[in-house]
């Protein structure tokens, strides 16, 4: 393939002169093909090299950018690679010294007589000046200078083999020659409105930019651009769906008031106004479209009972979906307790089900006999067909993307749609990411619910906590002792289990019943485990995450959690979540081996700190970064470069109203005069947003 027309924006980068299929290659590593992708690829950080800080002047302890000419290498002596490198360099004021550790190559490629850059930490070590562990650019001549020295000077993400020099020059040719031809993106009503600085200037000034000032400037304008295709997408799918015929369920509510007068206790108002905000939804000719946010415990599953036999009494089927075979076996038992007795059928559809029988299930489900299917992600395969899906309940939806809940909903003629969670995030985040839900919150928990003691302890205080543990016991109560166990160690990991319960049950409590709960069981077994513990028989009950969500055991007392630093922040309050269900004090205990790493310690940390889960999953998206924490690659939504979830709460909130006001009058982005728009929301969300044909 040759490029013959004169290069544009969507030229691939390796028609750009100088650069080579090789480095196209390192490129398209970071996501970049063309010259607009490359545009927008802005910069880590900047250093500001116009204020070198002279040598004379490091202070111990500050990261400083200066310059200077090394005038010794001093590599480690044979065999004592652990050492660090270390290179002399001089500037006008003095002398510095620069080291790294376990940078072998340094030296092959740094000599006397060479100009450096460098920024990175002062440190004072035995009387010299040392730079630790610092970036380092070697200055080439002084047409070189310019762009890498004597400004706000921009630090881009590398892949390997991508120096970073060379990187930078190439954006600067890049931006030099294309920026001024990005079209605009954004109406100028908006742009005024927020106080926008245009997007060419922006892309220019984000790279390279003149002042600390223009650059964040520049960087705001790039922040509302993320925020503002992000809540565009998620604006038009929120629209596409209120367009939409969907089946108004509103019974007489019979089976809901049967269910309602068999439970041993009434719901909290928190319940019932999120009740009422469903039914409502229910009942509307619109398919419903919500986010139901509630701390483990609040009692999400009552409602989505409740939820469900509104389906049913109004000839529906529901269905019930999560992200586990392990969940969704325990909906399947609660579920089933709850609605059969009232003559509601049940069924439970996983991929490890025998092929005889799930095809008895599925043929049970197409032909309308049962009124609730629980299961994983099963449901949504092609083959499970439903008579009359009104209702789709999705459990613990972050685990979940934005795709599958489509295919789902795919299954009927738009059925209402109730997503669950019990990784609360703050109201504003949330509209931001679910931006195209409703979102209602449980923020009260059943009464009588006490706060979970939480510790961290060490490994040597294991007696003593057997010795606890054994009160515990004598009074009657019941404990949890967890084990991590994850996909890459599973066999080690189940082995550490199976070990602990029988060394807890022959050696530790001889006298009490220990019990083991772990994924590889068979559903029979794991039910009767647990209708073991459940009855009391078992006093401690060894399991792996199995027990996770979803398991309710009021006279359980006590979480022991071992390798607790193993385990992610959401699911550590998951696991408390599992007891203080009753009217004893309960305990949280974290087992951790000894010294953490910092991620681990914040985990710990928060658990101690507080019970609240809002402020846990605050906490563990501070830890995580937004990335992660909502796995946007997974989700289908379109990642960030510039925009901090936490940071410009305020600014995604401006972008959300533009958006909304968008969409209410230019429903599939098909005026001309938001073709830009579109183009952008298009390349942005990569396919998962097919709007309507191109106006
Ligand atoms: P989650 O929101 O974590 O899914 P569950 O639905 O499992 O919480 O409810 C936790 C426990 O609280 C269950 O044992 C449930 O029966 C109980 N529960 C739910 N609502 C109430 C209420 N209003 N009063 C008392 N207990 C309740
Ligand atoms: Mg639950």
Redesign the pocket.
Known sequence: MTQTSAPDLHTPLQFIKGVGPHRAGQLERKGLRTVEDALHFVPLRHEDRTRLTPFRSLVPGVAATCSGVVVGVSPPPPGRSRLPFTVMLRDPSGYATASWFGWRYLARVLKRGQRLVLHGRVARYKGVTVLQQPDYEIVENDEDERLHTGRLVPVYSLTEGLPQRALRSLMWRLVDTFASTLPEVLPDGVRQRRGLVGLAQAIREAHFPETDDALAAARHRIAFDEGLLLQLGLAILRSRVARARGVAMNPRGDLVARLRAA?P????GA?ERVWDEIRRDMAAPYPMHRLLQ?????????VAALAVLTAVESGHQAAVMAPTEILAEQHFM?FRQLLEPLGVPVTLLTSSLKPRERAVRRAALAGGEIGCAVGTHALVQEAVEFRRLGLVVVDEQHRFGVEQRARLRGKGEHPDLLV?T?TPIPRTLALTIYGDLDVSV?DEL???RRPVVTVARLESKRRAIYKFLREQVAGGRQIYVVYPLVEESEALDLKAATDMARHLADEVFPDLTVGLLHGRLGFEDKDAIMRRFKAGEVHVLVSTTVIE??I?V?NASVMLIEHAERFGLSQLHQLR?RVG?GEWKSYCILLTAGRLGEEAQGRIDAMTATNDGFKIAEADLELRGPGEFFGTRQSGLPEFRVVDLLRHASLLEDARRDASAIVARDPELSDPAHRPLRQALLTRWRGKLALATAG
């Open positions: 439970l206790w009434k719901l909290t319940q509630g701390d483990v415990g609040s009692g999400k599953t009552i609660t669950m019990a449980l059943p009464p009588g969500v979803g309710d009021p979540g269900r």
